[in-house]
């Protein structure tokens, strides 16, 4: 499915605390955006891509942006040129997600950014998703891992969207230094 269709747009922004939603570190548990199509974000405007956000309320980011979208899919965003940012998710049959190759659940991602040759051209977006198939009910761990800094200054903030079935979350936080994780569960 690519992110020209989809949810109807939601109407509210609800704030939740999730089981099992804390950064890798010992700070307290994190709280993430939660929306769903019954539950909305509040537009700000036009999509803007290479944001992990979704700007326009609809429930779905980075519609219109060359990207694919799945019924199950994660984003991370960071502005920092130079820096290096790990998506990395285990699908419910305990399995990482790798660049170019589907796991066995049907979840592909699709770039790491920054890249080797600069194929993320300064816009680092990293995304995992549905690529087809069902998908698998379960537990998603979400890992956000800071691997280097390269030229850039810590700390490096960074945008998470997901989508799990029919919820979509969002949060930001921010990785302090290099080797930093910030960690998640969400389940379907």
Same mark, same amino acid.
């Given at each position: 499915?690519?992110?020209?269709?989809?949810?109807?747009?939601?109407?509210?922004?609800?704030? &939740?605390?999730?089981?099992?939603? %804390?950064?890798?570190?010992? #700070?307290?548990?994190?709280? *993430?955006? /939660?929306?769903? +199509?019954?539950?909305?974000?509040?537009?700000?405007?036009?999509?803007?891509?290479?944001?992990?956000?979704?700007?326009?309320?609809?429930?779905?980011?980075?519609?219109?942006?060359?990207?694919?979208?799945? &019924?199950?899919?994660?984003?991370? %965003?960071?502005?920092?040129? #130079?820096?290096?940012?790990? *998506?990395? /998710?285990?699908? +419910?049959?305990?399995?990482?997600?790798?660049?170019?190759?589907?796991?066995?659940?049907?979840?592909?991602?699709?770039?790491?950014?920054?890249?080797?040759?600069?194929?993320?051209?300064?816009?680092?977006?990293?995304?995992?998703?549905?690529?087809?198939?069902?998908?698998?009910?379960?537990?998603?761990?979400?890992? /956000?891992?800071?691997?280097?800094?390269?030229?850039?200054?810590?700390?490096?903030?960074?945008?998470?969207?997901?989508?799990?079935?029919?919820?979509?979350?969002?949060?930001?936080?921010?990785?302090?230094?290099?080797?930093?994780?910030?960690?998640?569960?969400?389940?379907?």
């Amino acid at each position: 499915m690519t992110r020209a269709g989809g949810f109807a747009a939601p109407a509210g922004l609800l704030l &939740a605390l999730l089981n099992g939603c %804390a950064p890798a570190s010992s #700070t307290p548990a994190a709280q *993430l955006e /939660v929306s769903a +199509p019954e539950r909305a974000t509040s537009t700000t405007g036009p999509e803007i891509c290479g944001n992990a956000l979704d700007d326009n309320g609809n429930g779905i980011a980075e519609e219109g942006c060359g990207l694919t979208a799945g &019924a199950v899919e994660f984003l991370i %965003a960071w502005d920092e040129p #130079t820096a290096d940012v790990d *998506l990395r /998710v285990i699908d +419910p049959n305990d399995e990482l997600v790798e660049v170019g190759r589907p796991t066995e659940s049907g979840l592909v991602k699709e770039r790491d950014c920054p890249g080797r040759e600069n194929e993320c051209a300064r816009k680092n977006l990293e995304t995992v998703y549905q690529e087809e198939g069902e998908p698998a009910a379960g537990k998603y761990v979400v890992r /956000v891992v800071l691997v280097s800094l390269g030229n850039s200054e810590p700390p490096v903030d960074v945008r998470l969207w997901a989508r799990v079935g029919a919820r979509a979350y969002s949060h930001t936080f921010r990785l302090p230094r290099a080797e930093a994780a910030w960690q998640t569960t969400l389940s379907l």
